[in-house]
């Protein structure tokens, strides 16, 4: 009979984030936070089928440069020729982040100017408590607040793909 593992022989490394040189680890988030992930997820990737860009979860790593190495909760990748085996190599168009206590802050400070300064097209900033969504589009080299989105039923157009619609009741389950 083989040998079972023990947890320490098996596990993978914990999770961890690259902002300006200092590295971070990644605390699990709450439900509120996973189930808004895989309904922003779940749009994204319905709209983009049989497209050329995809959305990706933050098992893929975002390579911004060496001292920038992000694990955004939700990015759409169009360029595929800076895609490698341990992760992307520039700037998604699209980033969405999902806040919680622990990363607000770094979500709405460092990581903002770093996805700005490097060319993402538009930045979502989803909070699972208030169950809002603020909306920042790339506009002459800078991120512009497009609107900050709070109402059920609410419907808003993607700064980044002209088709794309997104409706806050498939991000949040207002129900709760």
Do not use: W
């Not at 083989?2 to 596990?11: K, P």
């Not at 979860?57 to 800076?82: A, Q």
């Amino acid at each position: 009979m083989s040998e079972i593992l023990s947890r320490d022989q098996y596990s993978d490394p914990p999770k961890q984030e690259k902002i300006n040189g200092v590295l971070y680890n990644m605390a699990a988030g709450t439900a509120k936070h996973a189930e808004a992930v895989s309904n922003i997820f779940a749009v994204l990737a319905r709209f983009f089928t049989g497209k050329r860009c995809k959305p990706f979860s933050s098992e893929l790593e975002v390579h911004l440069d060496s001292d920038n190495v992000f694990r955004p909760d939700v990015s759409v990748v169009c360029d595929f020729s800076i895609m490698k085996d341990n992760g992307y190599y520039g700037a998604p168009s699209l980033v969405a982040e999902i806040l919680s206590p622990s990363t607000a802050r770094r979500d709405r400070a460092e990581k903002y100017d770093l996805y700005e300064r490097n060319g993402v097209k538009e930045y979502l900033l989803i909070n699972p408590e208030y169950l809002s969504v603020e909306q920042y589009a790339l506009i002459d080299g800078e991120f512009k607040l497009q609107a900050i989105y709070f109402r059920p039923g609410t419907e808003f157009k993607s700064y980044a793909f002209d088709d794309l619609l997104f409706n806050l009741d498939e991000i949040f389950d207002y129900r709760q």
